[in-house]
């Protein structure tokens, strides 16, 4: 088959595909942008999508992040643009791109316009299944649903491109189990092969990607899903795998490389793996994850349906999806041609203050909001784990009801806290980035992310936990006036600048207070951890002196009027010995 003809060939005589949309609402609308081909009946929903060149030197973010105390690094990969080989380049992962205009409907949206038309039951999904999603409440499937599912079921790869909240996990999980269903499984088998896996790039994610696949196999009897995330102990895991026998498997790819080095019998199981998909496979892809990712790759079968699903897929990571997928994969994009890549029924706004402001300003902008709405939810978004700590600390000292999760709280701490905010209201979450991708926390009212978040695309997933399934929400970038500089990356996108409020005498001594009542230790650690995300920042780790410089504006908004010395070691590691202004014990 040419490549990219797919649908077009399909409707015409692919028996899966005719069977699974055979409503004329649903016949997608595809375009073969490389031969300019339209079809007719589609050219309203469809815009032609216009595939970036590989511009110049392309590079990839490496994020290697830790938090507090230890450095935090930056470093770009650059693929350059000649080592892409102009004919490859041509025949791999043909874009279609879908719009988003058939929709209409309510659905717990303000319009529903991430559903589509088409409804599940038109589609060729098993009755078992079926009944599965109409327990779950789903009637309509969701735009990016309607576009993956059948190439999915053609067994074609596919990277996808929808925004935040559009039941992504739906889309790869139910064709996914579709296929799995029609293998052979044997009921009581103790260790039976792992058919899919999935990865995540953090733990609460993959629990709720866990929790959607139980809700799809609840008919599905002889299938089992499970989850290795880490925060425990292996051998926990291991007897857990062991007990509850699973053909799915759920994992973040740091817990998976453990088992695969020490768990007996655990690679021969991954020699099943039938379908990979990479859950925010950007991020798996990006130099974090990177290595553990091409290990686990290396140790499934090459002959696999691969699927990598996210709401930002920079053309960086088209470059390298390879690594994962066939060469015709196909690049499904369901955010419009010209369309934000946020969901317009969100409002985004920004301020630029002063950091010694900072704490002020977030007591007056969630006074306010928590005023305004009874039913408020807000997730604030910090830079670092201790960071989070830090004003999670402050935050609570001023009577707001504040709960905290980050990389340093225990998984049992994490779990607990994630489930109460998913199921409450009148809270406010202070979150490092494990809350940034993926998870659903519905009717999220109010995002605000203090301080540059890492990149472009972490600001649009973090902006995502809110505005979920055509909802409305609000998001607000908290910047000190050096940091405005980020406001270039994100220009695109329609974010407005908002007064920085003026606060009254009183309210700064409350505030002044709260913070003094504040441990040294968790000052200590936050400058700490404050520093080692600034160094590793490209732009404003450059110059070393006016860093310090600035991590000491930082100190003096805890109201610390000497910066907190460092340990000599952790300077060496980031690279700021001897740097002036700094301190070290
Ligand atoms: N067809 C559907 N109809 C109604 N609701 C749906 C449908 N499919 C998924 N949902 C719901 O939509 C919500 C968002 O889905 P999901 O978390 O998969 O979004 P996502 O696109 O993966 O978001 P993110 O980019 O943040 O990871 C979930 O609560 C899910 O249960």
Same mark, same amino acid.
């Given at each position: 088959?040419?490549?990219?003809?797919?649908?077009?060939?399909?409707?015409?005589?692919?028996?899966?595909?005719? $069977?699974?949309?055979?409503?004329?609402?649903?016949?997608?609308?595809?375009?073969?942008?490389?031969?300019?081909?339209?079809?007719?009946?589609?050219?309203?929903?469809?815009?032609?999508?216009?595939?970036?060149?590989?511009?110049?030197?392309?590079?990839?973010?490496?994020?290697? $992040?830790?938090?507090?105390?230890?450095?935090?690094?930056?470093?770009?990969?650059?693929?350059?643009?000649?080592?892409?080989?102009?004919?490859?380049?041509?025949? %791999?992962?043909?874009?279609?791109? /879908?719009?988003?205009?058939?929709?209409?409907?309510?659905?717990?949206?303000?319009?529903?316009?991430?559903?589509?038309?088409?409804?599940?039951?038109?589609?060729?999904?098993?009755?078992?299944?079926?009944?599965?999603?109409?327990?779950?409440?789903?009637?309509?499937?969701?735009?990016?649903?309607?576009?993956?599912?059948?190439?999915?079921?053609?067994?074609?790869?596919?990277?996808?491109?929808?925004?935040?909240?559009?039941?992504?996990?739906?889309?790869?999980?139910?064709?996914?189990?579709?296929?799995?269903?029609?293998?052979?499984?044997?009921?009581?088998?103790?260790?039976?092969?792992?058919?899919?896996?999935?990865?995540?790039?953090?733990?609460?994610?993959?629990?709720?990607?866990?929790?959607?696949?139980?809700?799809?196999?609840?008919?599905?009897?002889?299938?089992?899903?499970?989850?290795?995330?880490?925060?425990? $102990?292996?051998?926990?895991?291991?007897?857990?795998?062991?007990?509850?026998?699973?053909?799915?498997?759920?994992?973040?790819?740091?817990?998976?490389?453990?088992?695969?080095?020490?768990?007996?019998?655990?690679?021969?199981?991954?020699?099943?793996?039938?379908?990979?998909?990479?859950?925010?496979?950007?991020?798996?892809?990006?130099?974090?994850?990177?290595?553990?990712?091409?290990?686990?790759?290396?140790?499934?079968?090459?002959?696999?349906?691969?699927?990598?699903?996210?709401?930002?897929?920079?053309?960086?990571?088209?470059?390298?999806?390879?690594?994962?997928?066939?060469?015709?994969?196909?690049?499904?994009?369901?955010?419009?041609?010209?369309?934000?890549?946020?969901?317009?029924?969100?409002?985004?706004?920004?301020?630029?203050?002063? /950091?010694?402001?900072?704490?002020?300003?977030?007591?007056?902008?969630?006074?306010?909001?928590?005023? %305004?709405?009874?039913?408020?939810?807000?997730?604030?978004?910090?830079?670092?784990?201790?960071?989070?700590?830090?004003?999670?600390?402050?935050?609570?000292?001023?009577?707001?009801?504040?709960?905290?999760?980050?990389?340093?709280?225990?998984?049992?701490?994490?779990?607990?806290?994630?489930?109460?905010?998913?199921?409450?209201?009148?809270?406010?979450?202070?979150?490092?980035?494990?809350?940034? $991708?993926?998870?659903?926390?519905?009717?999220?009212?109010?995002?605000?992310?203090?301080?540059?978040?890492?990149?472009?695309?972490?600001?649009?997933?973090?902006?995502?936990?809110?505005?979920?399934?055509?909802?409305?929400?609000?998001?607000?970038?908290?910047?000190?006036?050096?940091?405005?500089?980020?406001?270039?990356?994100?220009?695109?996108?329609?974010?407005? %600048?908002?007064?920085?409020?003026?606060?009254?005498?009183?309210?700064?001594?409350?505030?002044?207070?709260?913070?003094?009542?504040?441990?040294?230790?968790?000052?200590?650690?936050?400058?700490?951890?404050?520093?080692?995300?600034?160094?590793?920042?490209?732009?404003?780790?450059?110059?070393?002196?006016?860093?310090?410089?600035?991590?000491?504006?930082?100190?003096?908004?805890?109201?610390?009027?000497?910066?907190?010395?460092?340990?000599?070691?952790?300077?060496?590691?980031?690279?700021?010995?001897?740097?002036?202004?700094?301190?070290?014990?």
């Amino acid at each position: 088959m040419a490549s990219g003809d797919l649908l077009l060939r399909a409707h015409a005589g692919a028996p899966v595909l005719a $069977r699974a949309f055979p409503s004329p609402a649903s016949l997608l609308v595809l375009t073969r942008r490389r031969r300019g081909l339209v079809s007719p009946l589609t050219a309203a929903k469809v815009g032609v999508a216009g595939r970036a060149r590989p511009g110049g030197a392309a590079a990839v973010q490496k994020r290697r $992040r830790r938090d507090a105390g230890e450095s935090l690094s930056f470093s770009r990969v650059v693929t350059r643009r000649d080592a892409v080989d102009e004919d490859e380049e041509d025949v %791999e992962g043909e874009t279609l791109q /879908l719009g988003a205009g058939t929709s209409g409907g309510e659905a717990g949206g303000v319009d529903g316009s991430y559903l589509s038309d088409t409804r599940f039951d038109q589609c060729a999904i098993s009755p078992l299944s079926l009944k599965a999603v109409k327990d779950a409440g789903y009637e309509r499937m969701t735009e990016v649903q309607e576009a993956t599912l059948p190439i999915i079921l053609h067994g074609k790869d596919v990277l996808a491109k929808a925004k935040t909240g559009t039941g992504k996990t739906v889309a790869f999980l139910l064709p996914a189990i579709e296929v799995l269903s029609t293998l052979p499984h044997q009921r009581n088998q103790l260790r039976p092969p792992i058919n899919l896996l999935v990865m995540c790039p953090t733990r609460e994610l993959a629990n709720q990607v866990a929790v959607e696949a139980k809700k799809l196999l609840k008919y599905h009897r002889s299938l089992g899903v499970q989850v290795v995330i880490g925060g425990t $102990r292996l051998t926990q895991e291991q007897r857990s795998m062991q007990a509850n026998p699973c053909q799915i498997l759920v994992a973040t790819p740091g817990r998976l490389k453990d088992h695969l080095e020490n768990t007996p019998g655990f690679s021969t199981r991954l020699k099943g793996v039938k379908v990979l998909v990479l859950d925010e496979a950007d991020r798996l892809l990006d130099m974090g994850f990177r290595r553990d990712i091409e290990k686990i790759i290396a140790s499934i079968p090459r002959e696999r349906q691969t699927l990598l699903f996210s709401a930002t897929v920079p053309e960086e990571v088209r470059q390298i999806s390879h690594v994962a997928m066939k060469k015709d994969y196909r690049f499904i994009n369901t955010v419009k041609e010209g369309d934000e890549e946020t969901h317009s029924q969100v409002s985004q706004t920004y301020m630029v203050a002063p /950091l010694d402001l900072h704490f002020s300003i977030l007591h007056d902008v969630l006074k306010k909001h928590v005023a %305004e709405d009874a039913d408020y939810k807000v997730i604030i978004f910090c830079t670092t784990a201790m960071v989070t700590k830090l004003v999670a600390e402050v935050l609570s000292q001023l009577k707001l009801n504040i709960r905290e999760i980050h990389s340093r709280k225990s998984q049992s701490a994490r779990t607990k806290v994630s489930d109460e905010f998913r199921k409450s209201k009148g809270l406010i979450l202070v979150s490092s980035d494990v809350s940034a $991708r993926g998870v659903d926390y519905p009717d999220v009212t109010l995002v605000i992310q203090v301080g540059i978040p890492a990149d472009r695309e972490q600001y649009i997933h973090r902006l995502g936990r809110t505005g979920r399934r055509g909802k409305e929400g609000q998001g607000l970038l908290l910047l000190a006036p050096w940091e405005k500089y980020f406001l270039g990356t994100v220009k695109d996108l329609s974010i407005s %600048e908002a007064a920085v409020p003026s606060v009254d005498s009183s309210v700064e001594t409350e505030v002044k207070n709260a913070v003094r009542k504040v441990e040294m230790k968790s000052k200590e650690c936050a400058y700490q951890a404050w520093l080692g995300y600034y160094n590793s920042n490209k732009t404003i780790g450059r110059d070393k002196s006016r860093l310090a410089h600035l991590a000491e504006e930082f100190s003096q908004s805890m109201g610390l009027a000497v910066p907190p010395a460092i340990p000599r070691n952790i300077l060496r590691k980031m690279g700021l010995n001897n740097v002036p202004g700094l301190r070290s014990s």
